[in-house]
């Protein structure tokens, strides 16, 4: 059982930055691969990003990749979004995800095993 919790979100105008964070417990975080899910009203939760247990392998959603950095620190359990150059598509609850750490990128919502309640990104023009 692993719980996670996000936190960071809030409201930034276009063009600004905000880091989102989400803090694990209740498993040995190193073994799990992480994922960030966004989902807008009316709209399908996509992949945004993961990463590895190690931290050595990151992948993104093509809109976001150059924008966006997913990063870990083990030693505080946490994962972190990096947003920057943030655009009004990118408004949505962003969640965190847990998955058991594989050597290959897993891009869909229904492989990750523990989610987080979720934190609210708005952009604003």
């Known amino acids: 059982q692993v719980l996670l919790v996000e936190s960071g979100g809030g409201s930034v105008q276009t063009g600004g930055s905000l880091r989102v964070s989400c803090l694990a417990s209740g498993g040995t975080f190193s073994n799990y691969a992480m994922g960030w899910f966004r989902q807008a009203p009316g709209k399908e939760r996509e992949f945004v990003g993961t990463?590895?247990?190690?931290?050595?392998?990151?992948y993104y959603l093509g809109s976001v990749k150059g924008r966006f950095t997913i990063s870990r620190d083990n030693a505080k359990n946490t994962v972190y979004l990096q947003m920057n150059s943030l655009k009004p598509e990118d408004t949505a609850v962003y969640y965190c995800a847990a998955r058991w750490d594989s050597p290959v990128v897993v891009t869909s919502r229904s492989h990750y095993y523990y989610w987080g309640q979720g934190t609210q990104v708005t952009v604003s023009s």
């Open positions: 990463i590895s247990g190690s931290g050595g392998v990151t």
